[in-house]
Every structure is written in C-alpha cells, then in structure tokens.
C-alpha cells in the first residue's frame, strides 16, 4: 500500500471510529466546542431542524452525499448524483479523482501529476523521454513515484542514461568515467550507452564530458582556462563573475556556483538552486585544501646540442636582476620585456623572453593544478592561509623534453629549465597578503600590476605583496567587493636547486558545496524513503529516494513473479500482500 494510500484508509477508519463513537454516546456535533451538545444554559441537546446534518443529533452513516467520508464510502461530494465522479453510492468512479469530501471530484487526465487506476505513472506533464510517456505510462530505465510526481533512474549499470544520470557505461564501479552513480567524471566523456568511456582532450576545440569551454589553447586570463573552466572576465582593472567559475559576487544573481555547469547536482547549469539537495557557502567555512590550475612550460638549457634549444635557460647566473618585466601585464595577458634594446646580464632579447610563456617549438606545456593546503595554528585553527611549500621542486622530473629523450636529467637527477604561471581569482576585502619564496625569476601581478619583482637567476628569495594597507587599493585600483586577479610567474633557469613556497593569506571567495539529502537515510519530502544505499531492485528504496518496483505498486510485475497487484498490501481482498491471488 502506498502512503497515499494508508493516509486514505487512516483517515476513513479515524472517520468510522468517531462516528461509532458518537452513536454510541448519542454525542453532538463534532466541531460544537459545548461538551453537553447543548445551548448557552446548556443541559438540553439541540434541536435538530434537518435530520441530524447539522451536527445536532446522531450522523446517520448511511447518509452519502452529506460531504464527510463516513464509513463504507470511497468519496463524498456533497451530493447523491451518479457520474460526476462520486456515486449516489458514495463510490469513486472509474477514471475521476475525489481529493476533497464536499468538494467537486474531477476527471483524472493523464499529466494531472496523479496516477489514476489506468496509467502507471504520472508526472505532470505528457512529454515522452522523462521517463513517464506521453500516455502516463513508465519508460524502460525509469522507476516513477507510486501516487504520481517526476520519475528517477531506476538503476546505475542497466545502460539506459535516465533521471540525473549524465553517462551509462554499464557497470556501477567508479574510476573509469562514469562514477557509481552514473555521473561522469572531471576529464571524461561517456557519449554511447554501455560502452567505455574516453578521456576528454582539452585544447582541441570541441566542448565535450565535462568541458565547460574549449578555446584551443594554454591560455590564462582569456575567459578559458587550459583545463577548460570557464574563467571571470576581467577588463579595464573589474572582474566579472560568470556562472560555472566557482565564484559568487555579492549582489550576484546567482543562487550559487559549485564550479561547474551541470544540472541535477544541486546547483544548476543557470547557477540556481535545486530541490533535493542540501548547498552551503563556503566561506566562513574554508576547505581544507584548495587547487589552483598552473601550466608549466618545459625548456631545453642552452648548454645542450638539440636544435631547440632556449638561450636564457642555463646560460647564466648571479644574483638576481630586476626591471626584467614592465608594470602592467601586456595585452596577450604575460609579462610584457622591459629590456628590449637595454643590456642584460640573464636574458637575450624580446624574442627570446616572449617564449617562457608561450606556447612555441621551443617549449613543451603541461597543465596541472596546484594543491595549496590550508594552514593551522598551534590550536589547530585555521589562519586563513593556504600554503604550497616544495624544496624540492621538480613538477616535470618525468614529462617533457625528459620523457621524450631530447634532454638529459640534471642535478640530482632532476628537469630542470622551465616555467610556471598560475591564476587566482579573489574578492578583495582589504585583509589579503600574498607571500612567495623560491628562485630563480618570480613576478607577481594583481590586477594586471607588478606587485613583486624577484627576476634573474638567483638563489631562494622572498618577497611578500600585502594589500591590507589602504594605499594598497589606490596602488592597484582595487575596490572591496570587487573580484580581482593575482598571477604568479616564475622560472627555474639554473641546475643547482628549485624551490617554492607559494602563501595565499585571506586570499578567499565564495563558493557552493552541495550534497544530496537522497541517501542520508532521513526520508524528507518529496522523498517516499531513504535508507541510506538505495540501490533499487525489487522491493527496495531506489536511486532518487523512490520506491522501487515492489507488491502493492498497482503494476504487476511479472518478472517479479506477480499475477496480481490491487496497488495495496492488504492480505483480506482477492490479491494477497505477496502479489498472488488468495484463496480461501
């Protein structure tokens, strides 16, 4: 039986149990608040003037068309006419629906969002594809609520992509694409049912798996990052937060943002909130780590014989050696060479520069992310620093010109000569610092102006950008409020050693985490169960927090070994409470 259902036979037994109570009593009105039935002297019951109906003597519960679900009755519409869905026996007719006693019934409609005695599912509308057809009846893959409302996907693995599922590879395991609950996963592309899903290639300019954009290039900075998120737009010194980039501006439009653009997550493809999900604010709450994307650009020092190699990497050393790099980021967003036509002591001209952060034959890229770690104090509290600390940093030891054998490792068996850039996007509230320690050339940008000057190749230096200070906001033109960029660059030039230290300090934004309150094993509405796994199958709480195919459905289930189903669980009518016919 349904809960609809039990709610029905609860409410007419509750009805039946007061009424035999009040014709043993010989009790008054139900709603009268006088417990003597009587009058303002009280002591005389009231005179009935119409057989009863007005609450003054016994309810006759014989008395269909009174409006009141009394005993016996299915319906009752206030009045005794046949074929306007109620009877003149108070028996609901076939193919109307009666909500309300003493209300009209009406007549039930396929896309009415109730599922009358000849469909076997109702989801508010007649469109086929959503897993209720256009004739109310229940499409393969889907599993349909039993009193009517949006089906769900009946079960991950069956190849049929249905309900939330974005992929279907045929099996339930996660790692290969598809995740357990038929979700696919960051860099994957599932495009035909039940075969192996592909990796997704970013930078070939087709938006496919979970792609957000695709411009075809290593890029920071140009709306689309070489990992294919979407980026804010940032021009004339503003951001602009757009949905999908994992950002939420005050007085945004924006209901949230969890960083991508998919539906049935919680947040959705238009960054509004969905029903069924528990989402939270990140902010006051900080993650323990954050990622940030970085590409690397491999180098061959100058010291070797192949054809491509690059004259400022391992072809120099000192000090250091500033003014490398003018004060605003040029227009292809890289560090914009202020020597041109001056004399270096680490670099070799414009041309030369230009490629460090570039794609060009002289380079091999490789995109990654950054994983910088939240910081705690001696109490374990966080200080609303995020740290990525490496002494040892050799991000391409296995990549690269390295693994295509075009140049030897180094120094303790290490890559060296390459360059790294890396991007974040904050909400500037006046409390930011920025730390960087390592060698050799680092420059720091924010807002598209050069806040840290560490160039040349050199040994481990440190330099901190502190924007808490208020000629902080005039010197970069920044506003509270507003969303702004900070960009490190940095090269590794020399094979002795290579290190980095990079902190972000109160570098924060908003954000959104959302998670499914379907599996918490708290049935809440408009979930019909929850026991936690439900992994569907016959009898068993299904994916969506749905019943899944079961005895007292209504549908009889023949590869369940039903022959019969009256859509309730009662063992005292003519099908039994195990979908068989009773006998006896």
Not at 247 to 255: D, H, Y
Not at 311 to 320: K, M, R, Y
Not at 381 to 389: D, H, L, M
Not at 561 to 583: A, F, M, V, W, Y
Request: aromatic share 6%; glycine share 14%; proline share 5%.
């Amino acid at each position: 039986m349904s809960d609809a259902q039990r709610s029905s036979s609860l409410s007419r037994f509750a009805a039946l149990s007061f009424l035999l109570v009040l014709v043993a009593c010989g009790g008054g009105n139900p709603d009268d608040p006088k417990p003597d039935g009587g009058g303002p002297g009280g002591g005389n019951p009231d005179a009935s003037t119409d057989g009863g109906r007005d609450g003054g003597g016994p309810v006759d519960p014989t008395d269909c068309g009174n409006g009141i679900l009394q005993a016996g009755e299915t319906c009752d519409d206030g009045n005794t006419k046949d074929e306007d869905g109620c009877s003149s026996a108070c028996s609901a007719e076939s193919g109307w629906i009666c909500r309300t006693p003493g209300q009209p019934c009406v007549l039930n409609v396929c896309g009415d969002g109730v599922r009358g005695p000849k469909e076997t599912c109702d989801d508010f509308n007649t469109r086929s594809g959503d897993g209720c057809s256009a004739t109310c009846v229940v499409e393969a893959g889907w599993n349909c609520p039993s009193g009517g409302g949006n089906c769900q996907a009946a079960k991950c693995g069956d190849n049929i992509v249905a309900g939330d599922e974005d992929c279907e590879d045929g099996n339930a395991a996660a790692g290969d694409g598809c995740s357990a609950t038929c979700r696919l996963e960051d860099g994957f592309k599932c495009p035909t049912p039940g075969q192996a899903c592909a990796r997704t290639t970013c930078g070939d300019k087709k938006v496919e798996g979970t792609e957000q954009c695709d411009d075809g290039n290593n890029d920071m900075g140009d709306g689309c990052s070489p990992l294919c998120k979407r980026e804010p737009v940032c021009s004339n010194g503003n951001c602009t937060a757009i949905c999908g980039d994992n950002l939420i501006l005050p007085g945004s439009s924006e209901e949230c943002d969890d960083g991508n653009v998919r539906d049935n997550d919680g947040c959705s493809s238009t960054c509004k909130l969905e029903p069924g999900f528990q989402c939270k604010q990140i902010e006051s709450e900080p993650p323990s780590e954050v990622k940030i994307p970085v590409v690397y650009r491999d180098f061959i020092g100058n010291d070797q014989t192949h054809a491509q190699k690059h004259i400022d990497f391992e072809n120099a050393t000192g000090s250091g050696e500033l003014g490398l790099v003018k004060d605003v980021l040029g227009a292809n967003q890289k560090p914009d060479y202020a020597k041109e036509g001056q004399s270096s002591s680490s670099t070799h001209g414009k041309a030369a520069f230009d490629q460090w952060y570039t794609d060009s034959a002289k380079s091999k890229t490789i995109v990654e992310t950054l994983p910088l770690v939240q910081e705690k104090d001696g109490q374990g509290k966080p200080t609303g620093n995020y740290v990525y600390s490496n002494s040892n940093f050799f991000p391409l030891d296995n990549k690269g010109w390295v693994a295509t054998g075009d140049e030897p490792r180094r120094t303790g068996n290490h890559n060296f000569s390459f360059t790294s850039e890396n991007r974040y996007w904050f909400e500037y509230k006046g409390t930011e610092k920025l730390t960087f320690t390592g060698d050799d050339d680092v420059w720091v940008f924010v807002n598209k102006r050069l806040a840290l000057d560490l160039g040349g190749v050199h040994s481990e230096q440190s330099g901190t950008v502190d924007l808490t200070p208020a000629s902080a906001a005039t010197k970069y033109n920044l506003r509270k409020g507003g969303v702004y960029e900070a960009v490190v660059f940095q090269a590794e030039r020399h094979t002795t050693q290579s290190n980095y230290k990079l902190t972000l300090g109160n570098f924060t934004t908003r954000r959104t985490e959302c998670t499914s309150s379907c599996g918490d094993g708290v049935v809440q509405p408009p979930e019909e169960c929850d026991v936690g796994t439900n992994p569907g199958g016959y009898g068993q709480c299904a994916p969506g927090c749905i019943y899944g195919p079961r005895c007292g459905d209504g549908i009889v289930q023949e590869a369940f070994g039903e022959s019969c189903d009256d859509g309730n669980d009662d063992n005292d009518d003519l099908c039994s409470n195990t979908c068989k016919p009773r006998i006896g």
